[in-house]
């Protein structure tokens, strides 16, 4: 079968600016999961399954209000609420599994279609390590290729970065290849940029065998790279940031960015 969900392969990059400067990067991988596949994929995969463990392992109670209920349906009710139509087209989403019975996803996206292909919104679901979860809630243009997208900041991921600050995505959705990049200003200008890219490979159970090898233990590494870089930058004295109850509604609505410059705004 020719499935519509994929394999990611690629890298993770931060780059801090100011008041001193700080970088990371790693290899990581990441599903993408057409939400009307999953239980076809849990069917087929011997190292894949949904809401019970494996080596790999999709649950649907670790994204938005964890209630459990069908991913979807809570998707389309989020898009429903933020304004943004969507005629029931395919919804992707791009996220990293649990793996041995473990994930932490920083930022999971779903990429929300229209019936006739093209891209309808996005929706950036970002988890804290308080165990917090806000989404920013975009829509994009029928004939866009390349996104530009704007939010305003309202919730509380690093303890090294406040409120007050606006986002800027530039996104190239997934095909032979996909990257979201983001861009953290304040009133001073650019603070952060972080992105994350990959190139597809075929869902398999020979791939994620062969992943297992080259990504060991990914999503634990993650969580210990966040811990790590975080006291690296203690120990670069930078401000350390009171931690901000998560929002409610738990999700906010970002907009259309003029493809031409930054700031010129469609609603």
Not at 250 to 262: E, L, Q, V
């Amino acid at each position: 079968m020719n499935w519509r969900s994929a394999l990611y392969v690629g890298r993770v990059r931060h780059h801090r600016f100011r008041p001193r400067p700080h970088a990371l990067a790693y290899r990581v991988f990441w599903m993408l999961l057409d939400l009307d596949e999953i239980e076809q994929l849990a069917a087929k995969l011997t190292l894949f399954s949904r809401n019970r463990f494996n080596l790999y392992a999709f649950y649907d109670a670790d994204y938005g209000d964890r209630s459990g209920r069908p991913l979807r349906t809570r998707i389309e009710e989020t898009l429903a609420k933020a304004g943004i139509a969507h005629d029931g087209g395919p919804i992707r989403l791009l996220t990293m599994p649990r793996i041995l019975g473990y994930a932490f996803n920083p930022l999971s996206t779903y990429f929300c279609y229209r019936r006739d292909g093209s891209l309808c919104a996005t929706v950036y679901e970002v988890h804290n390590t308080f165990g917090e979860i806000h989404s920013y809630v975009a829509p994009a243009r029928a004939s866009e290729g390349a996104l530009r997208q704007e939010a305003g900041k309202v919730f509380h991921v690093s303890p090294f970065m406040k409120l007050g600050m606006s986002y800027d995505f530039t996104v190239a959705p997934p095909g032979e290849r996909v990257s979201i990049a983001i861009d953290g200003s304040d009133a001073e200008g650019r603070l952060i940029t972080a992105a994350q890219s990959g190139q597809r490979s075929e869902l398999s159970d020979a791939t994620l065998l062969r992943l297992l090898a080259t990504h060991p233990l990914l999503t634990l590494k993650v969580t210990a790279a966040i811990h790590w870089h975080a006291l690296r930058l203690l120990a670069k004295r930078i401000p350390w940031q009171p931690h901000s109850v998560a929002p409610e509604p738990p999700f906010s609505r970002g907009r259309i960015a003029s493809s031409h410059a930054k700031g010129q705004l469609q609603p």
